[in-house]
């Protein structure tokens, strides 16, 4: 079963780390990216990361947080120096290529991150 599972949300001071954690299983992951949608707003791209390793991120994280694949099958996101801003759920994005093509697009269930002030 093709599926991502996200995990390391919750509550978090501000000032504070939060480690998010990807699993993929049923598929190796090449590109993967990390989105989140705060209340009322749409979802937006926090962080993304392809096969060669190449990393983009929203300005508001820059320098903030950090994306990385820990193995095939895991994805990362560090968060550091969080802010009230960042609150959100976090959800994990990434497609399965077969040969070079796109067959199938996912996302995980979403893993919430509250910050305090």
């Known amino acids: 079963q093709v599926q991502l599972v996200e995990s390391g949300g919750g509550l978090v001071q501000a000032g504070g780390s939060l480690r998010l954690s990807c699993l993929a299983s049923?598929?190796?992951?090449?590109?993967m990216a990390w989105y989140r949608q705060a209340p009322g707003k749409q979802r937006e791209l926090v962080a993304k990361i392809s096969s060669g390793g190449w990393r983009n991120y929203a300005d508001s994280v820059k320098g903030r947080f950090t994306i990385s694949r820990d193995n095939a099958n895991t994805g990362v996101l560090q968060m550091n120096r969080i802010q009230p801003e960042d609150t959100g759920v976090y959800y994990c994005n990434a497609p399965k290529i077969v040969g070079g093509l796109v067959v199938g697009d996912y996302w995980g269930q979403g893993t919430q991150v509250t910050v305090s002030s």
């Open positions: 049923g598929f190796v992951m090449n590109t």
